[in-house]
């Protein structure tokens, strides 16, 4: 069982970019919904997350104001709206599904129990 992370791609700095985190094997209702990113040579870092519950969103200090996230039940899928990027942005993103999550320890990759294919996001001019 994966999700799949898509959306990435090369945009310049200042730009926006639109990530879309999709399964079409079991129903994200009932998942807390994060998004994790790795850039080349560090640690896997934590962006953001949403409940399932009432759509309580958290956020890293180093996105807020800049990223947004998002769901649609109905399809099946979770977003990561992401504007005025900036070069340190660069990294491939993954989302991840935690079941009945509320985001308590959203930051905390163990807690999640399916992760997608990442999609790599280049912010270069």
Known sequence: VQLQ?????LVQPGGSLSLSCENSR????????????Q??????????CIEYIDGRTY??????????????NAK?????QMNNLKPE?????FCAAD???????????????????GTLVTVSS
């Not at 992370?5 to 791609?9: E, M, N, T």
């Not at 800049?66 to 649609?72: G, K, L, M, P, W």
């Not at 942005?89 to 993103?93: F, I, K, N």
Request: charged residues 25%; proline residues 1%; negative net charge.
């Open 26 to 37: 079991f129903t994200l209702e009932h998942y807390a919904i994060g998004w994790f990113r």
């Open 89 to 93: 942005d660069t990294a491939v993103y």
């Open 39 to 48: 850039a080349p040579g560090k640690e896997r870092e934590a962006v953001s």
């Open 99 to 117: 079941l009945w999550g509320d985001c308590s320890t959203w930051y905390r990759a163990d807690d999640y129990d399916y992760w997608g294919r």
């Open 5 to 9: 992370a898509s959306g990435g791609g």
């Open 59 to 72: 956020y890293s200090h180093s996105v807020k104001g800049r990223f947004t996230i998002s769901r649609d």
């Open 76 to 80: 099946n899928t979770a977003y990561l």
